[in-house]
T-cell receptor, first 118, second 112 residues
């Protein structure tokens, strides 16, 4: 149980275009989802906390107009990278916490999306 | 601001040897997670530690939590090549599920 699906797994796009990444909790409801960014050989950096039905909470230094987050339902959160530039190239990972035994559960992670902006 | 430090950052060890990875954190918390990440992959949950003195074991890995010392350890027993990966600890601040903070990661290389 507690499966988080992230799509796409990898995407290559041109500078200036926008890319949408989807994160779904398949078998549980997640009122809160988290979006992380990971550069090569580095740890995960929390970008924002996505709450169902309300605005996302962004971490300091993360541009909310560039990284649009929508949490439209209890099972879906999306991250849109707008007007992407090569420096946005990174590994983006979503996570969610929830399910029957949410207190004893860790964060469940999607498989990640590797974004390359050319 | 919660800071989470892991030590060592990189570990190369021979098969059959034992070693411990340390995770120190800077604020009160009684929830700590350990994850494994293979190259190019996402994170796989290994352990959830929820209280002081918690100890969990799975195969050759054993994790413990000392909330008073703000320290968690991940002990590797008789390492095998398949354990080669990057290991992260992550601390969940007390009373919230928000802002889980990840450690710097420890890249483990087990040499046959």
């Amino acid at each position: 149980g507690a499966v988080v699906s992230q799509h796409p797994s990898w995407v290559i796009c041109k500078s200036g275009t926008s890319v949408k990444i989807e994160c779904r909790s398949l078998d549980f409801q997640a009122t809160t989802m988290f979006w992380y960014r990971q550069f090569p050989k580095q740890s995960l950096m929390l970008m924002a906390t996505s709450n169902e039905g309300s605005k996302a909470t962004y971490e300091q230094g993360v541009e909310k107009d560039k990284f649009l987050i929508n949490h439209a339902s209890l099972t879906l959160s999306t991250l849109t990278v707008t007007s992407a530039h090569p420096e946005d190239s990174s590994f983006y990972i979503c996570s969610a916490q929830g399910g029957q035994d949410s207190y004893n559960s860790p964060l469940h992670f999607g498989n990640g999306t590797r974004l390359t902006v050319t | 601001e919660l800071k989470v430090e892991q030590n060592p950052l990189f570990l190369s060890m021979q098969e059959g040897k034992n070693y411990t990875i340390y995770c120190n954190y800077s604020t009160t918390s009684d929830r700590l997670y350990w994850y494994r990440q293979d190259p190019g992959k996402s994170l796989e949950s290994l352990f959830v530690l929820l209280s002081n003195g918690a100890v969990k074991q799975e195969g050759r890995l054993m994790a413990s939590l000392d909330t008073k010392a703000r320290l968690s350890t991940l002990h590797i027993t008789a390492a095998v090549h398949d354990l080669s990966a990057t290991y992260f600890c992550a601390v969940d601040p007390a009373s919230f599920y928000q802002k889980v903070t990840f450690g710097t990661g420890t890249k483990l290389q087990v040499i046959p």
